[in-house]
């Protein structure tokens, strides 16, 4: 990827980072950043990357006016909250730098937006949710070495204080994606959540079954035309040949769905009983 220029001409911060020594990471903990090291993170250059960049330089500088600025013993705070214009984006920039860590305590939480929320404040409003934040395992309490156990369970953080929270339940996340919504139970609503919560593979093989079903009407009124002497045979035949696709495609999408159907028993360690599912459907 290439960068313009002018990105080299900013001043580089330059750190100390102890646990980079530690782990052999940089030597003596020495980590230098540049203001392209920013922009990779931010994914973009704009006046509040750059200013946000200069303000955390300008910082360090003052806390450290004579000595290297030692990377995650520095605390970030800001007085916005993340919904408050850029302060998102400034805390990120911030932290990313500083290495400010997350707040150690098991009462309390303090981390910082994550990236993925500062994402959805752009382009939020172009999807149908801002964001969606999927789990394997259910939320737990207790604590981790002195912190919250929030943060073993959190990676998307809203704000400071406030982990994004997120569905383990994958039937409602698929009403979440593909139904209406709203607490107002109707005979509407529950037709339309009824409907989508039906497989994928289904969809496709009802609408294999509705096309072939019309093309199978046309076929035989095309057929009545011509044995009534209102139209020619070519009609009949082109009538045949538009049947035949439909019904291939009913054919293919049947196969399709019960090939689905083993592939996901096999990835789930096997023991498919053909019967038993039949006699579920």
């Not at 950043?33 to 509040?48: E, I, M, N, Q, R």
Request: aromatic fraction near 10%; glycine fraction near 8%; charge should be positive.
């Amino acid at each position: 990827m290439r960068f313009p220029e002018f990105f080299d001409a900013a001043p580089r911060i330059t750190v100390r980072d102890p646990l980079a020594r530690f782990l052999g990471a940089a030597e003596d903990g020495v980590v230098e950043y540049t203001y392209t090291d920013t922009v990779k993170l931010a994914g973009h250059s704009c006046p509040t990357v750059a200013s946000a960049y200069l303000m955390t330089r300008a910082a360090m500088r003052a806390l450290y006016p004579s000595a290297v600025p030692e990377r995650g013993g520095i605390r970030v705070e800001l007085r916005g909250d993340r919904l408050e214009g850029v302060t998102g984006v400034v805390a990120n920039v911030a932290s990313f730098l500083t290495g400010a860590q997350a707040l150690k305590t098991q009462d309390s939480v303090r981390v910082g937006i994550s990236v993925d929320q500062v994402y959805a404040q752009h382009v939020g409003d172009a999807t149908r949710f801002p964001s969606l934040e999927l789990g394997c395992e259910s939320a737990r309490s207790g604590n981790a070495f002195g912190y919250s156990g929030t943060y073993k369970t959190h990676v998307s953080w809203r704000a400071a204080n406030a982990p994004a929270p997120y569905e383990i339940n994958p039937k409602l996340v698929f009403d979440r994606l593909f139904t209406k919504g709203g607490s107002k139970v109707t005979r509407a609503t529950v037709a339309d959540r009824d409907f989508y919560r039906r497989s994928m593979l289904d969809y496709v093989l009802d609408d294999a079954r509705r096309v072939r079903n019309q093309v199978a009407k046309a076929y035989e009124v095309a057929m009545l035309r011509y044995e009534a002497g209102r139209t020619s045979f070519l009609e009949v035949i082109d009538a045949q040949r538009t049947l035949l696709a439909a019904e291939t495609l009913r054919i293919g999408a049947a196969r399709d769905a019960k090939i689905s159907i083993v592939d996901f028993a096999r990835s789930l360690g096997g023991g498919w009983k053909p019967e038993a599912y039949l006699a579920s459907r």
